[in-house]
């Protein structure tokens, strides 16, 4: 495909329309960490964002750029959580109602929280069901359909999270990113890429929900027929067009990390920095522990924690030291 015109002028144009809405959050650096992966680590804090995760950047830009008409109509969308949560959010604030189509698996929490924020939420099939659900309800009610991640908008807003870091960490040499449909990696790939190309930025993703690193492989958008994985923030069932594009472009790649070593790295960074990251949020720090990012001179690397909205009595199951 044609890539759409990103340019630094586009990504500071939609971080000036969240500011004052969403959080700037904190960069915390990390001894412990750095020592543990050779390399000075800096942990962007996503997790402490409105709404518990990154998703509320893009889902507030994407709402804020629709027209009265569209959101007289309303919006539907289809998520595993975050994604709800951020866009029931935001039409809450926009005056605009919203439906949520959720995965019949998605966490009580999560569905709980998305009602709170004032959605309607449907639970329907699996992610891949979901979707097609969303189409229908869309249709079907005249709504206009939020895409989670494949939307220009959504990755300009996500965007402002990779202006931030190249603000409060100058010599930045590496950027980590956990990758569900790509919708962050590539906001932070692309607009990094404007400001300082230099930076490597640097996509993960659990092995049982590898959408984007088969995509690269195949060099094509690809749709995968089941995910299995218990990091349910990263859980897309394909790439999108537009942001494999963007990923292709302008990323070095994705790797890959198991679901232990996953929990590995949640428990790591709960014990040690106190912080409380979901499986998704914990994915980047899982692969720089395993190794699996090629790091450059001893340059900071900084690592999205992405989220933190983990189920209670899935953090316990997690957590509980294994027989």
Known sequence: ????????????????????????????GSRTLSDRVGAPVYLKCENLQKTGAFKVRGALHRLLRLDDEERARGVVTISAGNHAQAVAWAAAAAGTRTVVVMPEHASPAKVDASRGYGADVVLHGNASQAFARAFEIAEERGMRFIHPFDDEEVVAGHGSCALEILEDLPDVGTVVVPVGGGGLVSGIAAATACVRPGVAVWGVEPDGADAMHRSLEAGRAVHLDAVHTVADGLGAPMAGELTYALVAAYARGVVLVSDDEIVDAMKLLLERTKLLAEPAGAAGLAALLQGRIPLDDQAPVAVVISGGNVDLALLGHLLTPKA
């Open 1 to 28: 495909m044609t890539l759409p015109r990103f340019d630094r002028n586009r990504f500071e144009d939609a971080r000036a329309r969240i500011a004052g809405s969403v959080h700037r959050t904190p960069l915390l």
